[in-house]
């Protein structure tokens, strides 16, 4: 059995083009990424190529890719219909100045599937969060949100705010600090953003009352995917709804991550409807693309000299046409159920080798995604999170990758994809990596405590 040194040196013998692409990409780049979530230790894997569910790195070494660009790939790397449509559209146009002809058909196989009554373009799920916490604020002409430690919603000041605190700042868990999660932050931004415990119903109630008066929104991840995977208690979604309802603020869904996991996104999924959702990744099929949706009361309200919306590259012809393909041909229900029973699989084969091995994790999962948190306990928030052992996550990470798989991302607060171009070979070549790495986790596991109730 190899031991955790051996997988490192393995990691660093296979991977020598990247160590040097680390090093030039660091003399002009803070840290040679350009995203810091793309950081790993000890340095970035370097990307050549890809295609359906594999990555080629510059070393030459192919992997089986379950991160997809962190679920932004549920139509799989380079899918053949999207690349043939992308071509003929680039060869007439990239960009207009003028709206195209596909963002109307677009919005509109959206609207349906999705649920909502209107929507609007942009490209990033930053701008898309942004832009609906503008649009509660402007409704409800209040300025406090609502969000929940450890859920992620973009690199922008306004929702930066508790999103990894430390146990030394996070405070209270019925009542956690807002601790800004940035330098550069106004203090201005932290007063009016209020931040609540996930899956704690009660403790939230509480707070949504008490600043009632100034709530403009409550905004969240159905699912939050930031800290692992966490599903929400029965009935803590459709208590938000109630708060939301009593209150007069908007309930605003972040889908960036959850719209690509059910062909009808999280409503599909749980059957609560928020007053406006918040869609990217997926919906572009490996595009910049994003968009929100809502109830037409609050997104007519959308119009000039009332709540502002504008972008050079919203709705560009390249991404329109990206997001119809990758919608209308490749993510059809059909396709979507496939994935998902590749995804129950995977899911399934890592309980089956946890239990095998006794190894002291825990599966989280619901459809194409899921994760394995380093930890005895379940993960229903923040706080329960922290007890991840990221050490170990690291291990077994450098261990999957010389094996040639890419198990979920960067760090043990992702979860696995499983995309329309993953095959049931896949699953099993994933779980014969992670069996035969199980033994070499277990080596360095402490001894398996006790589970407490939580
Ligand atoms: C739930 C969620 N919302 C918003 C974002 C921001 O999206 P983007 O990186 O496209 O700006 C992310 C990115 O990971 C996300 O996971």
Not at 81 to 109: M, S, W, Y
Not at 277 to 295: D, E, M, N, Q, Y
Request: contains cysteine; aromatic residues 8%.
């Amino acid at each position: 059995m190899r031991t955790v040194e051996d997988e490192q040196e393995a990691f660093r013998v296979r991977t020598k083009k990247s160590a040097k692409a680390w090093e030039t990409a660091k003399r002009c780049t803070p840290f040679g990424v350009h995203s810091n979530y793309r950081l790993l230790d000890p340095y970035p894997v370097y990307v050549h190529r890809a295609k359906g569910s594999r990555i080629w790195d510059v070393d030459g070494n192919e992997y089986i890719d379950f991160n997809m660009a962190f679920g932004a790939l549920v139509a799989g790397h380079s899918h053949p219909v999207l690349a043939k449509a992308i071509q003929e559209r680039v060869a007439n146009g990239t960009i207009f100045g003028f709206e195209g002809e596909d963002a109307a058909p677009l919005a509109a196989h959206m609207a349906k599937r999705f649920s909502v009554d209107r929507i609007k373009f942009s490209n990033t799920g930053l701008e898309g969060t942004l832009f609906s916490i503008r649009l509660a604020r402007g409704v409800t002409g209040r300025t406090k949100i609502m969000k929940f430690e450890g859920c992620y919603h973009g690199s922008h000041d306004a929702l930066m705010v508790s999103i990894k605190p430390t146990p030394d700042r996070e405070g209270d868990p019925r009542r956690p600090t807002p601790v800004p999660s940035s330098k550069g932050l106004v203090p201005q931004l932290t007063k009016n953003t209020v931040i609540a415990p996930f899956n704690d119903l009660e403790a939230t109630e509480a707070l949504v009352r008490e600043n009632a008066d100034d709530l403009a929104g409550i905004i969240l991840e159905p699912i939050p995917m930031n800290m692992g995977f966490i599903l929400p208690k029965p009935g803590f979604l459709e208590g938000l709804r109630d708060l939301a309802d009593d209150t007069g603020a908007v309930l605003i869904f972040d889908e960036v991550k959850t719209c690509g996991k059910w062909y009808g996104g999280a409503q599909e999924a749980f059957g609560v409807e928020p007053d406006v959702k918040v869609f990217g990744k997926a919906i572009g099929g490996g595009f910049p693309l994003s968009a929100v949706g809502g109830k037409a009361d609050i997104m007519d309200q959308v119009v000039p000299g009332q709540i502002a919306h504008a972008g050079t590259f919203n709705a560009n012809p390249v991404s329109m046409a990206a997001g119809l393909v990758t919608l209308t041909k490749i993510l059809t229900p059909a396709a979507m159920k496939r994935a998902q029973g590749i995804g129950d699989s995977l899911a399934k084969g890592y309980i089956d080798v946890i239990e095998d091995h006794h190894l002291f994790m825990k599966v989280q999962y619901a459809g194409i995604s899921g994760t394995v948190h380093f930890t005895h306990k379940p993960v229903v928030d923040w706080r329960s999170f922290q007890g991840v052992d990221v050490a170990r996550w690291g291990n077994c990470n450098t261990a999957m990758l010389n094996r040639g798989v890419i198990p979920m991302a960067t760090g043990p607060d992702e979860q696995w994809t499983c995309s329309v171009a993953h095959t049931k070979a896949d699953v099993e070549r994933h779980l014969a990596a992670f069996e035969e790495v199980a033994e070499m986790i277990k080596q360095v596991q402490p001894e398996m405590p006790l589970v407490e109730a939580i």
